[in-house]
């Protein structure tokens, strides 16, 4: 079974350019989360997708972050103008059931750095 | 608010056993996970403890009591390949469904 993988692993970027990242969770996992990790500091979490729906997206900084996640598959983060801060690794991670048992399966990152 | 505590750094000998703590202050407790993590890699899922006790694994175990907010990480007979990060996440219930809350993690480092 294929883990939840992202695009691209890196990304060099100037401050005010856009950036898109992309995750691909297990297939099958109806549950998908995007979390964020800035040096030296925790991993936080941004939102959660169910299929399509966003659930909960309480952690997004601001608007200049919008994820999507058309058709319940995929899922994609673009950050619009992208600033200094924003500088960091952006994970998704995946999980079958949101309940008790819902063990969440994460990718390896992308590293996001603004210039 | 919701904050979670572990060490920063840990040292420790190949074949030893280490013990890496984790304190937590949240509300709506459903539940706290260990992950690993090596450095540029996915966070991988160790151990999971939603009531009060020891929880075995291997080489691994973790402890878990609610009513401390307080959980631990035990490693036996270390390996050099687990010199990595170790995570503690709590999972909230806020609003009808659960999300994770992270401590800062731990940088495990074996020595021979």
């Known amino acids: 079974e294929a883990g939840v993988t992202q695009f691209p692993s890196h990304s060099v970027i100037e401050k005010g350019q856009t950036v898109t990242l992309r995750c691909d969770p297990i297939?099958?996992?109806?549950?998908l989360y995007w979390y964020r990790r800035v040096m030296g500091k925790e991993i936080k979490f941004l939102l959660h997708?169910?299929?399509?729906?966003?659930?909960?997206e309480s952690g997004m900084p601001n608007n200049r972050f919008l994820a999507e996640r058309t058709g319940g598959t995929y899922s994609t983060l673009k950050v619009q103008p992208a600033e200094l801060e924003d500088s960091g690794v952006y994970f998704c991670?995946?999980?079958?059931?949101?309940?008790?048992?819902?063990?969440?399966?994460f990718g390896p990152g992308t590293r996001l750095t603004v210039t | 608010g919701q904050n979670i505590d572990q060490p920063t750094e840990m040292t420790a000998t190949e074949g030893a056993i280490v013990q890496i703590n984790c304190t937590y202050q949240?509300?709506?407790?459903?539940?706290l996970f260990w992950y690993q993590q090596h450095a540029g890699e996915a966070p991988t899922f160790l151990s999971y403890?939603?009531?009060?006790g020891l929880e075995e694994k291997g080489r691994f175990s973790s402890f878990l009591s609610r009513s401390k907010g307080y959980s631990y990480l035990l490693l036996k007979e270390l390996q050099m390949k687990d010199s990595a990060s170790y995570l503690c996440a709590v999972r909230v219930f806020s609003g009808g469904y659960n999300k994770l809350i992270f401590g800062a993690g731990t940088r495990l480092a074996v020595h021979p």
């Open positions: 997708f169910v299929k399509e729906s966003k659930q909960d």
């Open positions: 297939s099958g996992h109806d549950n």
């Open positions: 949240t509300s709506g407790f459903n539940g």
């Open positions: 991670a995946s999980s079958h059931f949101n309940g008790p048992s819902g063990e969440q399966y």
């Open positions: 403890n939603v009531l009060d």
